[in-house]
């Protein structure tokens, strides 16, 4: 079955597990699932996200959340921020919900939406590792989409192997005051919008 974890309605077989991470000296116990993108483990593109998205509050937008781990680590690490979390992939909206229950971000909420097709209003953070192998169709129109939803002084971030098209994401989101604020073992960590002295 040619399936990828950005299909809306996984049809492989459910076959849910759990693992403890630690983040800055916390644990986490996080719940995953066939069909839902990284197995057991909170994958280096994904916690070097986290690490880099700096003065998190106000309106919060995990977009692309799989099971959560983006959200849910901002939303505990940050209790003054409102934090959303969405995906295309209904398994992996449900185990968003129940990873920001178990590990006490009550300030977290997951949703089902493709792209913003669901979302609205205008976020101060909104944080992405985008579906690659999408193809760039798809995850130019999620950054102009996102961008479009910043606050005036909103920051995007995005996570991008430099081998999977990070110098051509720079290069079009130049447009947005982009730049490179981190970089590890080939990812790259590109935000755009805020001020042009961050």
Request: glycine letters at 10%.
């Amino acid at each position: 079955m040619n399936e990828h974890y950005y299909t809306s309605a996984p049809e492989s077989q459910s076959r849910r597990r759990s693992f403890t991470a630690d983040f800055r000296g916390e644990a986490y116990t996080f719940i995953y699932d066939n069909g839902v993108f990284s197995k057991g483990e909170i994958d280096e593109g994904t916690a070097l996200l986290i690490s880099s998205a700096q003065d998190i509050h106000g309106r919060v937008l995990d977009l692309g959340c799989g099971w959560g781990p983006v959200g849910v680590i901002l939303a505990r690490t940050n209790p003054q921020a409102s934090v959303l979390m969405t995906d295309i992939n209904e398994r992996a909206v449900a185990l968003a919900e129940e990873n920001a229950r178990i590990n006490g971000a009550e300030n977290a909420r997951a949703l089902l939406s493709d792209g913003f097709q669901n979302i609205s209003g205008e976020f101060d953070a909104i944080l992405t590792n985008p579906p690659i192998r999408a193809g760039k169709q798809v995850i130019y129109r999620l950054f102009d989409e996102a961008l479009a939803h910043l606050a005036p002084e909103g920051r995007l971030y995005i996570v991008i192997r430099r081998q999977q098209g990070a110098e051509s994401a720079l290069k079009y989101l130049q447009k947005a005051n982009a730049r490179v604020v981190n970089k590890k073992k080939g990812f790259m960590i590109i935000v755009c919008g805020g001020q042009k002295d961050d």
